[in-house]
């Protein structure tokens, strides 16, 4: 069964930077990239960013680009965002992603609220 938990969310203030987890189990990690999407209030969901099964190569949406890093731990079965100079704007549930062979999956979302 898949499972996608995502962590790590919570309030900062404009500036501020934040960390997220996603821990990935069900299948196999290191053959498959991985995504961040993000869903602010009133808007459709958006990817912010991916990388590959190696972790080699990523790419970010432009409202995010050189502020956001993503990485992933493939002996720990787990991606990260690293999130810095975060405005208001980046307000949104935050959600990891994988597209196996015949299906998508989400994990549950983790909060994010920037705000002074």
């Known amino acids: 069964q898949v499972q996608l938990v995502e962590s790590g969310g919570g309030l900062v203030q404009p500036g501020g930077s934040l960390r997220l987890s996603c821990a990935a189990s069900?299948?196999?990690?290191?053959?498959?990239?991985m995504m961040w999407y993000r869903q602010a209030p009133g808007k459709e969901r958006e990817l912010v960013a991916s990388?590959?099964?190696?972790?080699?190569?990523?790419s970010y949406a432009d409202s995010v680009q050189g502020r956001f890093t993503i990485s992933r731990d493939n002996a720990k079965n787990t991606i990260y965002l690293q999130m810095n100079n975060l405005k208001p704007e980046d307000t949104a549930v935050y959600y990891c992603?994988?597209?196996?062979?015949?299906?998508?999956?989400w994990g549950q979302g983790t909060h994010v609220t920037v705000s002074s």
């Open positions: 992603n994988v597209l196996l062979v015949f299906r998508e999956y």
């Open positions: 069900g299948f196999t990690f290191s053959l498959y990239a």
């Open positions: 990388i590959v099964s190696d972790g080699d190569s990523a």
